[in-house]
């Protein structure tokens, strides 16, 4: 999975969901994806005579509980790698396109 790619929920509360990959963090193995896992959170004034106000954020997510969405086929399918003139190629287990 990269930034940029279209990505399919298959877990939690917003299973079915797609959207576009935003951020990845590969340390704690988190995806943060356009429009999913969407939480309010109340923000303080910042001035006095203001009123706070309510923020949706998106929260990331464990990237296993994502799948790509293959832009030929139009499924969700686990990505699979081959070489190709030296170069390591994404490419599409069902159909067999590159991504």
């Known amino acids: 999975m990269k930034k940029g790619d279209i990505v399919k929920i298959i877990t939690g509360k917003d299973s079915g969901k797609t959207g576009k990959v ?24 910042k001035r006095e005579g203001e009123k706070g106000e309510v923020v949706t954020i998106t929260r ?25 003139k030296g170069a390591k190629i994404r490419y599409c287990r069902k159909c067999g396109s590159t991504f």
């Open 22 to 45: 935003i951020k990845i963090d590969g340390k704690t193995g988190k995806v943060t994806v356009e429009g999913v896992n969407m939480y309010k959170k109340h923000s303080r004034p």
């Open 60 to 84: 990331p997510f464990d990237a296993s509980n994502a799948l790509p969405v293959c832009g030929s086929c139009n499924k969700a399918v686990r990505e699979s790698y081959r070489r190709e």
